[in-house]
């Protein structure tokens, strides 16, 4: 069945630091969303790449979807305690695919 | 706050009981989705119902099962419960249920301990 990846599965930054996680699919994409949990809470949607190629920004968040729809990453730069969480990704097909999940712990 | 609700926000209960989780979605969206995640695992997608129809069935045991009621709100059947059962349950709303179109918007989760 179709799998989505997630690595590093944990990452500890130093506050300040950047950080990047990576999604793999072993299928084709239509799109792709992002989400965070907090430990202890729920996923919030982020954003959704559509576009191969698309880059998309918000604020220190940088989030790119592959030329072949296939990877995509989301880049933190000059972490904060407050990105502490789990990053995750979804892949659509006819269902949403959640990936592994990231998690993120930025030490000050 | 997202605007979907789940009760109760905690059940302990014994093997080889049941139990019902209910959800409620947001206002005005149609689809509902139940996801299980176990301790420091991914989110695993159960079932998805559309305006009171199955959508979509992920990995769901056959012990499982869930509906959506006319005015929308959703209720997952837990039976014959296993210790491996314990985990966060997530019910999610959406619009229109288009999987990767929609934005899903995620309850607080429902944590079920077996005993």
């Known amino acids: 069945g179709q799998q989505v990846m997630q690595i590093p599965q944990y990452q500890h930054v130093q506050e300040g630091e950047d950080f990047t996680t990576y999604c793999n699919s072993s299928?084709?994409?239509?799109?792709i969303q992002w989400y965070k949990q907090r430990p202890g809470g729920h996923p919030v949607f982020l954003i959704q790449?559509?576009?191969?190629?698309e880059v998309k920004k918000q604020k220190r968040l940088t989030f790119q979807f592959g030329e072949a729809k296939k990877n995509s990453s989301l880049h933190i730069t000059a972490t904060q305690t407050t990105d502490v969480g789990t990053y995750f990704c979804?892949?659509?097909?006819?269902?949403?695919?959640f990936g592994t999940g990231t998690r993120l712990q930025v030490f000050p | 706050d997202s605007g979907v609700t789940q009760t109760p926000k905690h059940l302990i209960t014994a093997t080889g009981q049941r139990v019902t989780l209910r959800c409620s979605p947001r206002s005005g969206d149609l689809s509902v989705y139940w996801y299980q995640q176990s301790l420091d695992q991914g989110l695993q997608f159960l079932i998805q119902?559309?305006?009171?129809?199955?959508?979509a069935k992920g990995n769901i045991l056959e012990r499982f099962s869930a509906q959506q009621f006319p005015d929308l709100h959703s209720e997952l059947n837990l039976s014959s419960l296993e210790l491996g059962d314990s985990a966060l349950y997530f019910c999610a709303s959406s619009v229109e249920g288009l999987a990767g179109v929609d934005t899903q918007y995620f309850g607080p989760g429902t944590r079920l301990t077996v005993l």
């Open positions: 979804a892949g659509d097909t006819d269902k949403l695919i």
């Open positions: 790449l559509v576009k191969s190629g």
């Open positions: 299928t084709t994409l239509s799109n």
């Open positions: 119902y559309y305006n009171g129809e199955e959508r």
